[in-house]
């Protein structure tokens, strides 16, 4: 009886940290006031479970989405924009701002170096701008054009990628050295790739069913694009990197999906 008391104060104080670092994870992707105290490497041991947190992101936004436009039914153009909206705000606008240093980044030439130290400045420039308003019109024609009947797994399916686009991201980079980007990278390999995937496909297909899995390699391939892009321009990933593959995952997946549907 000892012996399994003396167990279960040692498993215990792990759960307990598991379920923080999962809570500080969604109160880090959101804008939700949980007020977890936990640290950035203890959040970063869950990245693998990010694309879940996607799928709880997605059904708060598939809701409003689905409420703008079979209950209240407004325009979809209008709803589209609204929704867009809701979802980089939800989000707490960390991933969007992510995109919008990588563009700056982008439009620089030289060493990589050069290029993060721009990327990290806190001013936006063209690039920034650019990138942003590119992304944007297309995610939001992506939502304007999907069937108002489905939009809620949709907006889910598209989420869940976005997140799969970040835990890829971080599979296939090299961290830089310096931010907190590097936790999440450094806490990534191919087998946790491949449980994320198992967890984010098994989403998507309960969701849309193969359409939904199609989806979620649409947010592979962004998160695998960005990281490329990323080694042969700035040699090295940060948190900003991640937060464009978080982006441009959603979008794919969107343009993907409602291709499919409007076949």
Known sequence: MQDDNRNNNVRDPQKIGSLRGIAGLVSFSTILPLNIHTSIEEMAKFTWFW???????????????????????????????????????FNGFHHLDGLMDFGDGMMVHGTPE??????????????????????ALVTFSSLGSAPAALIFPVILV???????????????????????GRFFIESMNKKFLLLSLVLASTIGFLALNITGIIGIIGGLLGGTLIAFVARRNFKWATGDILGTSNEIGR?????????????
């Open 51 to 89: 694309p879940v947190i996607g799928g709880f992101i997605g059904i708060i936004a598939g809701t409003f989405g689905f409420f703008l436009l079979n209950m209240v039914q407004i325009p979809q153009i209008i709803a589209a924009a609204l929704i867009y909206s809701f979802m980089i705000w």
């Open 114 to 135: 050069k290029k993060i130290e721009v990327m990290r400045d806190t001013r936006i420039g063209t690039g920034g701008m650019a990138y942003f308003v590119m992304v």
């Open 158 to 180: 598209s989420e869940v990628a976005a997140k799969m686009g970040i835990v890829t991201c971080a599979t296939f980079s090299e961290a830089f050295p310096d931010g907190t």
């Open 251 to 263: 979008m794919l997946s969107l343009i993907i999906i409602t291709w499919i549907l409007l076949v």
